[in-house]
């Protein structure tokens, strides 16, 4: 099947620096990638819709200020935690799909935020 | 899209069936049933769709009931390996490839 990658794995840092997270789709193109927001011991939530060559498109709640996305290409879409703070520690995840029934994850990247 | 109830946990024997349950009872005549897992600390994982007939595939089946108002994912016979969570989420086809994700079942396999 296709290939998400996702690139930190992991990442630890101090409160009030930011944080870039790549995700790669390794094998096909994507016009469309997901980020979401996984808390312990509770689902994903998605965070923002990530488009190539347009503004992204944020869910209710999640500041866009905060939570910079630059689709820089179809293979390319980033996330950057701005100043980050405890509570932005999580377990954030990337997706894209490959057709109108399959999504593909990528493996995740563990912030902490110290 | 429609709501989904699962139960919240699960144990399965390992090489034994494990039938994962799903209500989706408001579900409408142009909403597919989507099921994924996740695996502790990692991505979600794509498993299987159906819209009313059964599905099957190299790894589960997807039966769903004549009326749609429910489905049941069946791993044949599960291994360590497939101990998880388990999402089934139903979603209307278009443009938009949003998942809205429930609970899921933690599905236990025990040796």
């Known amino acids: 099947g296709a290939v998400v990658s996702q690139h930190p794995s992991r990442v630890i840092c101090k409160s009030g620096t930011s944080v870039k997270i790549e995700c790669r789709s390794l094998?096909?193109?994507?016009?469309?990638m997901f980020w979401y927001r996984q808390f312990p011991k509770q689902s994903l939530m998605l965070m923002a819709t990530?488009?190539?060559?347009?503004?992204?498109?944020?869910e209710q709640g999640v500041e866009k200020d905060k939570f910079l996305i630059n689709h820089a290409s179809l293979t390319l879409s980033t996330l950057t935690v701005t100043s980050a703070h405890p509570e932005d520690s999580s377990f954030y995840i990337c997706?894209?799909?490959?057709?109108?029934?399959?999504?593909?994850f990528g493996p995740g990247t563990r912030l902490t935020v110290l | 899209d429609a709501k989904t109830t699962q139960p919240p946990s699960m144990d399965c024997a390992e090489g034994r069936a494990a039938n994962l349950p799903c209500n989706h009872s408001?579900?409408?005549?142009?909403?597919?049933v989507y099921w994924y897992r996740q695996i502790h600390s990692q991505g979600p994982q794509y498993i299987i769709h159906?819209?009313?007939?059964?599905e099957t595939n190299e790894m589960a089946s997807l039966i769903i009931t004549e009326d749609r108002k429910s489905s049941t994912l069946i791993l044949p016979h599960a291994t360590l390996r497939d101990t998880a969570v388990y999402y089934c989420?139903?979603?209307?086809?278009?443009?938009?490839?949003?998942?809205?994700w429930g609970a899921g079942t933690k599905l236990i396999i025990k040796p």
């Open positions: 997706s894209a799909p490959t057709s109108v029934h399959e999504q593909f």
């Open positions: 094998d096909f193109q994507a016009t469309t």
């Open positions: 990530s488009n190539e060559g347009s503004k992204a498109t944020y």
């Open positions: 408001t579900i409408s005549g142009n909403e597919y």
């Open positions: 159906g819209l009313k007939n059964n």
């Open positions: 989420i139903v979603r209307v086809l278009g443009s938009n490839y949003q998942l809205i």
